[in-house]
């Protein structure tokens, strides 16, 4: 994994005494059920039609940009000339970004991590102009109150809770720019095909929730998923 220390933004920083806030966020089996009208079964396979498929449009199958699979199964990777900037995922109510902590940095005093509704600013405090290695408006709106963010032995864990629970987040980050203008791509859209199976694990997840009963760890869709935030009337807050 590339040190965040050779990105242009991390070089030549320096370390501050303010504050240093460390926030940790901290029965029977089935494999062919019908939950909500929905069937799950054994077998997953997308319909014919569906726009991953590239079958739909009377072109034939198209060669698609997948997106990069991440260190741990669930995470996607953005990369920027190259370079990974970070990682990411999500469930029905955080999305979690995940960043490889710079070799120097010692404690979370020397971070400054700004977390508003609608945007993220993550940079090393500075004794001159400050400088923002993430700087960009968030995908979707975010609860600020609940949202945090800490370091472990290896990474910088930011965790955005969603303000619209199960809702999907094509990419951490709105894909329009922002920042410093240095680096105006903040990330990528999950393509369709990774969107969907994002979406599945969502919608099971739900599932779970709503029906303790059941284990829906190993379930897949019969055709095309429904949206985990508006199937069947919603979740159930959020």
């Known amino acids: ?44 396979s997308l319909p014919r039609d569906h726009p991953a498929t590239g079958l ?58 700004n977390i508003t509704p609608t945007r993220l600013q993550l940079g090393l405090k500075m004794t001159t102009e400050q400088q923002w290695y993430l700087n960009h408006s968030t995908f979707s709106k975010i609860q ?15 965790i955005l809770i969603k303000a619209h629970k199960g809702g999907t987040w094509d990419s951490p980050f709105k894909n329009s720019g922002g920042g410093d203008g240095k680096n105006p791509t903040a990330g990528s859209d999950v393509d ?17 929730e709503e029906h303790p009963g059941f284990d829906f760890r190993d379930a897949t869709f019969n055709g095309a998923v429904p949206d985990p935030r508006t199937f069947m009337g919603g979740v159930s807050y959020g």
Not at 30 to 42: A, E, I, N, P, Y
Request: glycine content about 6%.
């Open 144 to 158: 600020k109150v609940e949202s945090s963010w800490y370091i472990n032995e290896s990474e910088i864990h930011i």
């Open 56 to 113: 739909n449009d009377g072109l034939g199958p198209r060669k698609m940009e997948v997106t990069k699979r991440g260190s741990e199964k669930g995470r996607f990777v953005f990369e920027s000339d190259g370079r990974k900037i970070y990682e990411w995922d999500q469930n029905l109510e955080e999305v979690n970004i995940y960043i490889e902590k710079p070799p120097h940095l010692k404690s979370a005093s020397q971070v400054i991590c």
């Open 1 to 44: 994994m590339t040190s965040l220390s050779n990105y242009s933004k991390f070089d030549h920083l320096y370390d501050s005494d303010e504050d240093s806030t460390d926030r940790i966020r901290d029965s029977s089996k089935t494999s062919d059920s019908s939950v909500g009208g929905v069937h799950v079964g054994t077998e997953n």
């Open 192 to 208: 369709p095909v990774t969107k969907t199976e994002i979406q599945r694990d969502m919608m099971l997840e739900r599932f779970q």
